[in-house]
């Protein structure tokens, strides 16, 4: 199995969770040091460096959820073809949990554009 192969299985069920959980976590770590470093005060452009970092962040997650829902939705057809329901029925629950954690990745980065960030 390659590295760039779907997540089959019971891995494949919670891989966008996984990343889900990993955008929640490097989201609070970098927002925590930025502040106590003071990234809030640094221009980087337009914006500060401190915002600049998180939107990264939220950015790459939601680009690894895009494309393993991508990868999934591709192979819910090959799943279709074997003639037991299993495959097919894993796939479509891969794909819809998936989906779930990019909406929820998407919910809980939206304050990193949204909201002052060293209140």
Do not use: D, K
């Amino acid at each position: 199995m390659s590295l760039f192969a779907r997540p089959q299985g019971l891995i494949g069920l919670v891989a966008g969770f996984l990343v889900w959980s990993s955008a929640f976590l490097v989201l609070y770590g970098v927002h925590a040091l930025g502040c106590a470093w003071g990234w809030e005060a640094r221009a980087l452009g337009p914006t500060s460096a401190l915002r600049l970092a998180l939107v990264v962040v939220w950015a790459l997650h939601v680009v690894v959820l895009a494309w393993l829902a991508l990868a999934t939705r591709r192979a819910l057809p090959a799943a279709r073809r074997v003639p037991e329901p299993t495959p097919a029925l894993l796939a479509r629950a891969t794909l819809v949990l998936t989906l779930a954690a990019l909406v929820a990745t998407l919910w809980t980065g939206l304050p990193v554009v949204a909201y002052p960030l060293c209140a």
